[in-house]
């Protein structure tokens, strides 16, 4: 029995760029998926008209790290605006057909939390909505 190789991503070489700075050692992870549209009670006219009707987020895991160049102290100061994202799930410099990028745009709901648990690395859950739905990049821009 012959068994092929594993060719999806394990998350190690994952980089993630937000308002065009990386924050790879920021995030403990992440994620760009549509909601189960259960709660979906929001749909724009530009969804509606293309289909999507789902919404989708960017959501995770944020370290807390309040220092000035920070993914933590962006996403205070940009809190209520909406910036730009990348994923590279392999991590590639340019998007290829066997190793696209993901990118759009990302409004950032609210400040993130601080403090935490006591000897345990402090973390905040973000849950940002994307503009619409995230486009796959096969293609250096």
Known sequence: MSTMPFKGTKGENLSIMIDTKEYNSYLHEVRAEPDDGEDADFITFANAATGDTEQWFLRGTLYNDYAADSLWTMAWLKSGTVVPFVIKPYGNA????????????????????IGGEAGEAHETEIEWEIDGVPTRVTAAA
Request: charged letters at 30%.
């Open 94 to 113: 340019v998007a290829s057909a066997d190793q696209p990028h993901f990118k759009g745009d990302v409004r950032i709901s609210r400040k993130p939390g």
